[in-house]
């Protein structure tokens, strides 16, 4: 069942490899691979995986996850970068940053945190650059606000 490679073309058959953490099982630590990683069960720690990420219903991440595709079931807390396409199930309950090239988010499913669609880069950006753009710009649009169309009275 298992081919021994010279070297050559290793990269391409790992890539095919789905590692699968099941039901009941619990990870403690960093996940990587450069296939696919399905979650039926829970990590504590990052995830990455170089083609997929999948988190059943029944999965739990307590971390961030970095991967080309991810389709989400279970619930996330922490970040998820998705270089090409995310996919947010009705039952998926993602709590924190998500950046994505594409996103469907089905009926039912429950983000809380900030939504990024477009480019992405598999590293992310330093958080203090854009949120405090956000909290610049979020202070500019509100302050002035009361001071011109308030200007007359307290």
Do not use: Y
Not at 59 to 86: F, H, K, Y
């Amino acid at each position: 069942m298992a081919k021994n490679n010279d070297g050559s073309g290793t990269k391409q058959g790992r890539e095919g490899v789905i590692s699968i953490v099941g039901p009941g099982m619990q990870v403690t630590g960093d996940c990587e691979t450069e296939g696919t990683l399905r979650i039926e069960g829970t990590v504590e720690g990052t995830v990455r995986a170089g083609k997929a990420v999948v988190v059943g219903k029944d999965g739990v991440v307590d971390g961030d996850i970095t991967t080309q595709d991810a389709v989400i079931g279970g619930r996330v807390t922490g970040s998820i970068i998705a270089e090409s396409r995310l996919e947010l199930q009705a039952t998926c309950v993602i709590e924190g940053e998500i950046q994505a090239r594409r996103i469907k988010l089905d009926e039912g499913g429950k983000v809380n945190g900030t939504v990024k669609i477009g480019n992405v880069s598999a590293k992310p950006a330093s958080p203090s650059a854009p949120n405090k753009d956000d909290i610049k710009g979020s202070s500019d649009v509100t302050g002035p606000r009361p001071v011109s169309s308030g200007s007359g009275g307290s």
